[in-house]
């Protein structure tokens, strides 16, 4: 048995639960089973009408529903669960009773067209200005519109409902937020505040608004038909990212407080990292640095060298910057090793699940981990000659896999990445 | 119980403190209208609403680029420019070698909506026009492209990295008035462990928004008609929104004395809960427990709130408050207004300054509840409360 503690003398942080939704399935055996079958959960949105957008597909949760229906409601429904599945698996604490602090990745919150129609149309009048609707707003009709669209609504539902210890926080870091919540538990863990943490990241936005406000700034895919084909990491026709829908929850013990219990242990967190790049509000830096700094932060962390990471679960969103970008930050840290060592993005098949990715990206490193296969990269039919990545492409790859690298970047600078091990280094 | 301190916690000082109100900008202005018992309120603007308006400020003053400011919506660059007002007060700002590795934990709500594309689409649909996609159509021509960046709560902190070169770690909480509890008590615990030596805090909010009316307005939440402090609205409560950014430099002892930087105070510990506010005296329960773990042994002292003014969680703070009567307290909501994501850190602004100052600011406050206290303070207690969940505990002390 290794010591409790890592070379640095801190607590080894180890994962004991986990639970995920996408738009693949509900679960991991699910889950797993078509992402390394190169399935692809996109498809033309139905949940609103499309006329009128660049971008009609998405990754959307429609299996799942939650009436009435909003995005907030069904990014909780998705965490609470992802989370129910991550307890079972873990075991710890009991019903409505865990032990540690809620860290949750959410999308930011905010009153969404449907209720915001509804009252519009209560106003009674056919022209009115925003003083006729706050008129209309109180008096208790829509009382409810306001708990729905706090932004701290799903993580007091789920700190309630699974019984977490403290202040529950709600974080964004954009599309790094996922690998931020499951930074933020190791870091409690490591403090010594406490013995586990549940972390948990879900996305449940795509929305007519959402999907605007993306293409709006060219961000999104818009290679809509067939919709499976539109998610093309690393593919010199890649044009954009599809949104998605998904959720990833982790339980995070103490090695000594896992060993302890006899629970489950599915892996190790043994680094990670974040550096900000203050470059660009959506653009990364064209030098990289921030985002060389992040994973050299990382792997410090983690008290690793480039040549023990053998797989890397990439950002990997297909916008052309992106993809870029990550082959020349990975090339410069991991030197010509980065044509060697075996990419993939999840996000060509579960698409981007934005503030969920990391969490769900996470898990999918944590079960490459278990079953020593690489998921693929679909769409992979005309490599990008700029990214020669050892591209895992359409088809899942046996391979030899101790450390996982996985990378979030996000707007606003955000870069944050962890390092996955199936045992303690 | 105080929860113990792990052995070789760091002390935490805070070196810089930037705000930005209804008040003025900076420490001389805040300090001087507060013994001035000066209040700036609007209940005109949105009446029967009101609201605290942001003081006239030249905001080139710390965001010199005019296309950095156009990039952003109002509660970004009241809450840049306060960041920057910290750094500035911190000696840090354009200090690259430290900001390059500064960690940033910043509360954040979301961006202003484009009132006029919302009323524009809601007209539409009230006239009969509902066809599928013509909500669609209306967003994708009407949206200014960059509003979404102006909207989206990370930005803040995206935006003090662009303007000042913050950029070691950026994580942005979200979730009212918890999240700036939450950002100084993670900030605290990660400089105390050693995970950190050097952070900005802090949040911003502008109380000037009809969207966010609306939203609380859902709730009842607002203030209308007729102004009083929040001790007097037992009849007519509600808050009234503030427009407030504030920001603090946090640093270890030792990185604050390797650079030869004086504190304003030390932050000793922040401690925070989720009531389950389903029974009444939830609240009440919840802050004597956080009273608790404060570790405040003393009978009498100082103590600044963020109570909101709504009811029932300010009259269970006030039950709350009752139990410690030797405590002279001071409500920034009578003030400043309610600040939401930037309740904490106000009231965490104004106890360092208080401290630094050698004095609390007076009582304003004609019901009689804060009391006037003329001995120097050593020590305050921060008392944050969620107009409808989270509750949280700080303590500011002299450095000695």
């Not at chain 1, 790094?176 to 990241?201: F, H, K, N, Y």
């Not at chain 2, 990039?71 to 970004?76: D, G, N």
């Not at chain 2, 004597?288 to 909101?308: F, H, M, P, R, Y």
């Amino acid at each position: 048995m290794a010591a409790p503690r890592d070379k640095f003398g801190r607590p080894i942080v180890v994962v004991t639960g986990m639970g995920i939704v996408t738009s693949l399935g509900t679960g991991k055996k699910d889950n797993w089973a078509k992402l390394t079958a190169g399935e692809s959960g996109i498809k033309t949105v139905t949940r609103f009408p499309v006329e009128g957008l660049k971008s009609t597909m998405a990754g959307t949760i429609d299996f799942v529903t939650v009436e009435p229906f909003s995005s907030t409601s069904l990014s909780e429904r998705l965490a609470e669960m992802a989370t129910e599945e991550a307890l079972q698996q873990s075991g710890i604490g009991s019903k409505g009773n865990f032990p540690g602090p809620l860290f949750l990745a959410v999308a930011p919150v905010e009153t969404e067209w449907p209720q915001r129609l509804e009252v519009g149309r209560t106003v009674g009048k056919k022209e009115f200005d925003y003083f006729d609707v706050l008129r209309a707003s109180g008096g208790g009709k829509f009382a409810e519109y306001h708990h729905r669209f706090m932004f701290g609504s799903v993580a007091g539902h789920l700190a309630e409902t699974f019984g977490t210890k403290g202040s529950p926080i709600s974080l964004s870091t954009a599309c790094a937020s996922g690998a931020t919540s499951i930074q933020l538990g190791v870091e409690a863990i490591r403090r010594g505040e406490a013995d586990a943490a549940l972390c948990v990241a879900t996305e449940g936005t795509v929305n007519p608004e959402a999907m605007v406000r993306f293409s709006l700034l060219s961000a999104l895919s818009t290679q809509n038909d067939p919709p499976q084909a539109a998610s093309k990491p690393f593919s010199k026709n890649r044009d954009g990212f599809v949104m998605a829908e998904g959720a990833g929850a982790l339980v995070l013990e103490s090695y000594e407080a896992a060993m302890a219990r006899g629970a489950p242990i599915l892996g190790v967190v043994a680094g990670c990292g974040e550096l900000t790049d203050s470059f660009h509000r959506t653009r990364s830096s064209p030098d990289g640095k921030p985002i060389i700094g992040c994973m050299r932060k990382t792997l410090a962390d983690a008290g690793m060298a480039p040549e023990q990471i053998d797989h890397i679960n990439a950002h990997g969103t297909a916008t052309p910057e992106n993809d870029k970008m990550e082959y020349l930050t990975t090339a410069a840290v991991f030197g010509e090793r980065a044509n060697h060592i075996p990419v993939s993005s999840n996000k060509s098949m579960v698409g981007h699940t934005i503030s969920a990715a990391g969490g769900v990206e996470a898990i999918f490193s944590l079960l490459t981990l278990e079953h020593q296969r690489i998921p693929p990269t679909i769409n992979y039919d005309m490599p990008d000659p700029a990214i020669p990545f050892d591209v895992v492409a359409n088809k899942a790859r046996d391979a030899r896999v101790t450390a996982v690298m996985s990378n979030s970047f996000g707007f606003g600078g955000q870069n944050a990445s962890l390092i996955l091990t199936r045992e303690p280094v | 119980m105080t929860e113990p301190k792990s052995p070789g916690a760091k002390e935490v000082w805070i070196t810089g403190i930037g705000i930005v109100s209804s008040l003025g900008e900076g420490l001389e202005a805040h300090w001087d209208a507060l013994n001035a018992k000066r209040i700036n309120f609007d209940d005109k603007r949105f009446a029967p609403y009101i609201v605290h308006p942001l003081a006239p400020v030249v905001f080139d003053a710390q965001i010199p680029k005019k296309g950095d400011q156009r990039q952003m919506e109002a509660w970004q660059r009241i809450g840049t420019y306060a960041a920057g007002l910290a750094l500035d007060s911190a000696g840090v700002k354009g200090n690259q070698e430290i900001l390059s590795r500064m960690d940033m934990v910043i509360a954040a709500g979301g961006g202003e909506r484009d009132i006029a594309v919302d009323m524009a689409i809601l007209n539409a649909d009230a006239q009969g026009n509902s066809s599928p996609g013509f909500l669609n159509e209306r967003l994708m021509n009407d949206l200014r492209p960059t509003l979404f960046l102006a909207q989206l709560s990370n930005l803040l902190a995206g935006n003090i990295a662009i303007v000042h070169g913050v950029c070691g770690t950026s994580r942005t909480f979200m979730g009212e008035e918890a999240a700036s509890i939450d950002a100084a008590r993670i900030a605290l615990a990660r400089i105390e462990a050693g995970q950190s030596d050097i952070a900005l805090i802090g949040g911003a909010h502008n109380g000037e928004r009809p969207d966010l009316m609306i939203l609380y307005e859902f709730g009842d939440f607002n203030l209308t008609d007729k102004f009083s402090g929040v001790w007097a609205r037992e009849n007519n409560s509600g808050f009234a929104m503030g427009s407030v950014g504030a920001f603090l430099v946090m640093e270890s002892r030792e990185h604050a004395e390797a650079r030869g930087a004086k504190p304003y105070a030390k932050l000793t510990r922040v401690v925070a809960d989720l009531a389950q506010r389903k029974q009444p005296g939830a609240v009440t329960k919840s802050l004597e427990a956080l009273w608790t773990k404060l570790g405040v042994s003393a009978d009498s002292g100082n103590l600044i709130t963020g109570a909101t003014g709504v009811e029932p969680v300010t009259a269970e703070e006030r039950a709350f408050l009752r139990q410690h009567p030797g405590f002279a307290v001071r409500a920034t909501g009578t003030t400043f207004g309610h600040t939401l994501e930037t309740q904490f850190p106000l009231g965490l602004a104004l106890a360092a300054l208080s401290i630094s100052r050698g004095a609390l600011f007076p009582p304003n406050d004609p019901t009689g509840f804060e009391v006037e206290k003329s001995e120097p303070p050593t020590q305050i207690v921060v008392v944050g409360a969620g107009h409808w969940q989270g509750e949280g505990m700080a303590l500011v002390e002299a450095v000695k």
